[in-house]
């Protein structure tokens, strides 16, 4: 029931939310009240650099929080990347997927899922035990990827409305580009329709100045 309640109220946060941070954070509070962990970390795709960095964590200091990234093929993260599909570890010492830096943190256990967006995987939502081997099983993993699942929804919904905006604000610059332009030739046209007028006012007047008229000697 705790777990159900969690799940929904993550649900509807990321309903009314467009706080990115926020949210995923959220979604990280809640996945570590409810499930066996000791610390978690969920990773977002980063296309500039080809690789994945942290974008919300638990219980992991803050001062290895930005030196924590791993490549597409690295270590749990990088296997369920390019398997597309959860990995439960249940004796991390007994796994070479497992980075050597992370059983030297003493974690026993790990459980990762990915998130999945038309395919490709986003995130990957990962979770640590240091205090058992075996620490989670296959409700927990369903659990986990219920959460994972809904970061995956927002990112989404955080890229879409992204993309709304750039669009938007591409427009506004067009816009304001092309009335700039308009405005720019509506001052031609007027000023030559100034000249023009002044040239047809000024024509006879100057040549009846030049050329007065001849009256018939007295």
Not at 10 to 20: N, Q, W
Not at 41 to 64: C, G, M, T, W
Request: charged letters at 25%; one cysteine or more; a neutral charge.
């Amino acid at each position: 029931a705790r777990a159900l309640a969690a799940v929904h109220e993550a649900g509807r946060e990321i309903a009314a939310s467009l706080d990115l941070d926020r949210t995923l954070r959220l979604v990280m509070t809640k996945a570590a009240e409810t499930l066996p962990l000791d610390a978690g970390v969920l990773f977002v795709r980063d296309e500039l650099s080809q690789q994945y960095r942290v974008a919300v964590s638990h219980n992991i200091p803050p001062d290895k929080i930005d030196s924590i990234t791993f490549a597409f093929d690295e270590g749990v993260p990088g296997w369920v990347v390019q398997h597309c599909q959860p990995l439960l570890v249940e004796d991390a010492r007994m796994d070479a997927r497992v980075h050597p830096i992370v059983v030297t943190e003493g974690v026993l256990s790990v459980l990762a899922v990915p998130l999945i967006t038309h395919g490709q995987v986003t995130g990957v939502l990962t979770l640590f035990s240091q205090t058992s081997t075996h620490a989670f099983d296959q409700s927990t993993l369903q659990l986990a990827q219920v959460f994972a699942d809904q970061s995956a929804v927002f990112l989404e919904n955080a890229r879409l409305v992204g993309e709304l905006r750039h669009s938007a604000a591409e427009l506004e610059r067009r816009v304001e580009e092309r009335t700039r332009q308009l405005e720019g030739k509506k001052a031609q046209i007027s000023q030559g329709e100034k000249k023009a007028a002044g040239g047809r006012g000024g024509g006879p007047k100057a040549h009846e100045k030049k050329n007065p008229p001849q009256g018939r000697a007295p």
